[in-house]
């Protein structure tokens, strides 16, 4: 056996030399998981003799596929190209472009994003009458990916329905679907869906894909949803030969549809399965590593198992209380600041995590005043600036002039005298003859209410066309230029002359830096390879680790990645855990936002801050909470007590007395046993601008749950907690504002 495999140490080694049935590795926060899923691949085609196109290699960002991709190809050399490493979406794009004709749609489907979405599902709900101040159209487009992560069709969720607002989605859901199926288009949800349908279908293509990936590895197991669940067990249940690599301690995204139950009921999923834990951790210090411990070790739903380290132990974690969150940002301003001109650090050594991205701003400003360089991952992504989608709409429109949601927004930009009224009889025409958008502009003559702007939509429809038939001897790059010498995009922001318009230009330089990328990378560019990789691309795959600036990002985002030296900011009771998760009851809200901690606190290296705030400003209102839960979890021996608040000589006079009260809680607590004192949590002030129309013993009703009582209501900071008994509900605590509850 090559030496290669000697650098593992016993519990990486078993897990690499175990390759036929099914095997779950718990792979502690790094634990070098990475590391063995390479070697695992490495063995099997060196000492197994798999055939490189027998492995099928998933995870879930482009970054980890990347990191994955470069590090088989170093360990193995010539065939690795072979092996599929992917994301879930990409392995599933990739088997739909060549099937998915076999269940209705064209092979040169189109993926939407997020925006293309939202326009689509307001677009259904214009069309079926349904106000959007009633039923908000995020909350709409949450529920129709909730349904999809479950694999419930339009009919079964109309079927199962159960009260007046489920109906509604049930009605924009269907005509959604319907709408996607006539541009040609699928969004993120139906690329797994899909697939599971046509593997479901079609049993002769899953038995190909059964035979051509005989090994199967999927990493980040403890994020997968349902169909993503179905889709690898299809995938694995001829051959069995399945690893997944996870970490139930880090599944953190029960939001998106991620169930925990997939990584903790694996042994009884798949029959006979191996577990192989890794516990030895290679990037954090032994005091950082005891906390992190520490706090997991308070939930209940998890499997046993304990971080530990060959490395020092570390400075102990700094945890400050800081009158308020400007005082907060300025602390860690200081920090950093020192470190770098006092201590020769470099900024990229630096990331603030945070549970909302809210709370950014505040850090932002400080950050501009001090002249600190930062990045914000999870602000607005490079392919969702204007001139950027206006551009990809253009391309979109030239590749599939089905999608309607893409012809509609580049039809006028730049200006060519179509207005609104044009399009909307355009519009309807399309509609009733039941045709696409673009097919109705090659007809406009035909559209009687519609005579002087007609030229002009022939000739946006002429040039559209006359593109398509010249892209078959042009490059990528040279048919961008084209769009926009010939539209005119280039010379108006050039006459536009403000800095904004150069940014714009800017970044449509940097678009065409991506294709020449793009055209040069590709063993076969083309344009439908080029708008379904953009659109794969999610906002942490653009992180640059080697550019030299402080990372700002939320703690979801950060999980993957290591600093060595972090802040973690607002860890107070409210905010971090969150107040919905406390006011809900539930104990697998807590325990989610645990294990978030968790993750936010293994992102650290060498150096770890808990920040908080004694006052905070929150939507408006100024809020006294407590030391979060998660920091009282922590044994004082590891946060050093003697260094936690400041003087009181540095807190003004507003802020003092909250903060003596949070200091005589807090203190006690921090030599308890977890939830010694659970009561012990959330003084909230009574909100003095919300006035309720009820009160305890009025009957009320709520959209979802229906006529309930009102048992109690509770201050809750810029809110009111109202419990209320539901006779088909059960009781239920709920939030006034967001709640709309009405007297009945």
Not at 386 to 392: A, F, N, P, V
Not at 455 to 477: C, D, H, P, W, Y
Request: charged share 30%.
């Amino acid at each position: 056996m090559d030496k290669k495999y000697d650098s593992l140490n016993d519990k990486q080694k078993e897990a690499v030399l175990y390759t036929e049935g099914p095997l779950l590795i718990l792979a502690g926060a790094g634990s070098g998981k990475t590391r063995v899923l390479t070697h695992r691949i490495a063995y099997l085609i060196e000492e197994k003799n798999v055939p490189p196109f027998n492995i099928l290699a998933i995870t879930f960002t482009n970054k980890a596929a990347k990191e994955m991709r470069e590090r088989v190809d170093n360990l193995i050399g010539y065939g690795s190209q072979d092996i599929w490493v992917s994301t879930f979406h990409s392995s599933c794009v990739r088997i739909l472009r060549r099937h998915i004709d076999k269940i209705g749609y064209d092979r040169y489907f189109t993926i939407y994003d997020a925006d293309d979405q939202k326009k689509l599902v307001r677009e259904c709900m214009k069309q079926l009458n349904i106000d959007p101040k009633q039923f908000k159209e995020s909350s709409i487009i949450g529920s129709i990916s909730s349904a999809k992560d479950k694999l419930l069709t339009p009919k079964k969720y109309e079927k199962q329905a159960s009260d007046y607002r489920e109906e509604v989605v049930a009605k924009v859901y269907k005509l959604y679907q319907e709408r996607l199926k006539k541009n040609n288009a699928l969004d993120f949800d139906d690329l797994l869906v899909k697939t599971v349908e046509l593997f479901k279908l079609c049993p002769d293509v899953l038995a190909s894909y059964q035979e051509k990936f005989k090994y199967i590895m999927v990493d980040e197991y403890q994020d997968t949803n349902h169909v993503q669940y179905m889709f690898v067990g299809l995938l694995a249940s001829k051959y069995r030969n399945l690893c997944v690599v996870g970490d139930d301690d880090q599944s953190i995204y029960r939001f998106r549809g991620a169930d925990i139950r997939n990584i903790l009921d694996f042994e009884k999923d798949f029959g006979h399965a191996k577990v192989i834990k890794l516990e030895q951790n290679y990037r954090s210090t032994k005091n950082i590593l005891e906390a992190a411990n520490q706090v997991i070790r308070n939930n209940m739903g998890r499997k046993s198992k304990t971080l530990f380290t060959d490395n020092d132990e570390g400075e102990r974690i700094d945890y400050r209380c800081m009158p308020d969150e400007k005082s907060e940002a300025a602390f860690i301003a200081n920090k950093i600041i020192t470190g770098v001109e006092d201590h020769g650090y470099n900024y990229r050594q630096y990331a603030i995590l945070y549970r909302t991205n809210a709370q950014s701003r505040v850090l932002e400003e400080r950050f501009i005043m001090q002249n600190i360089p930062y990045k914000i991952v999870g602000g607005i992504s490079f392919y969702q600036r204007k001139e950027i989608k206006d551009i990809l709409a253009y391309l979109k429109t030239i590749n599939n002039s089905t999608d309607d949601i893409a012809v509609k927004r580049i039809i006028n930009v730049p200006r060519r005298g179509i207005g609104a009224t044009t399009i909307n009889r355009i519009e309807d025409y399309a509609y009733n003859n039941d045709i696409s958008f673009f097919q109705a502009l090659s007809e406009v003559s035909q559209i009687p209410s519609i005579s002087r702007g007609a030229k002009k939509v022939e000739g946006f429809a002429n040039f559209i066309l006359g593109l398509r038939i010249e892209m078959q001897t042009m490059s990528l790059v040279e048919l961008t230029d084209e769009v926009l010498n010939r539209t005119g995009y280039i010379k108006e922001l050039e006459a536009e002359g403000t800095d904004e318009a150069k940014n714009r230009l800017e970044n449509i330089g940097e678009m065409i830096s991506k294709l020449t990328e793009y055209e040069n990378n590709a063993e076969e560019p083309t344009l439908n390879g080029f708008l379904e990789e953009v659109a794969l691309v999610a906002d942490i795959d653009n992180y640059n680790e080697d550019t030299n600036v402080v990372v700002m990002m939320t703690m979801h985002s950060a999980k993957g990645l290591e600093f060595p030296y972090v802040f973690i900011s607002g860890m107070e009771d409210g905010l971090f855990p969150s107040y919905m998760s406390i006011s809900s009851g539930l104990q697998e809200d807590i325990e989610e936002e645990r294990r978030l901690c968790y993750v936010g606190i293994t992102r650290a290296k060498e150096k770890l801050y808990l920040m908080g705030a004694s006052a905070r400003m929150i939507r408006g209102m100024t809020q006294y909470n407590p030391i979060s839960r998660f920091v009282r979890e922590i044994n004082d021996e590891l946060l050093g007590l003697e260094e936690y608040m400041p003087k009181m000589s540095e807190i003004n006079d507003a802020h003092a007395k909250a903060l003596e009260q949070v200091r005589k809680r807090a203190r006690p607590t921090l030599r308890e046993k977890p939830y010694a004192v659970k009561k012990n949590v959330h003084t909230m002030p009574t909100p003095t601008h919300l006035k309720l129309d009820y009160g305890v013993g009025d009957i009320v009703k709520h959209m979802k749950f229906g006529i309930g009582e009102v048992m109690n209501i509770a201050p809750g900071g810029a809110d009111f907690e109202v419990t209320v008994n539901f006779p088909s509900a059960g009781i239920k605590k709920l939030m006034a504002r967001l709640a709309n509850l009405k007297k009945a």
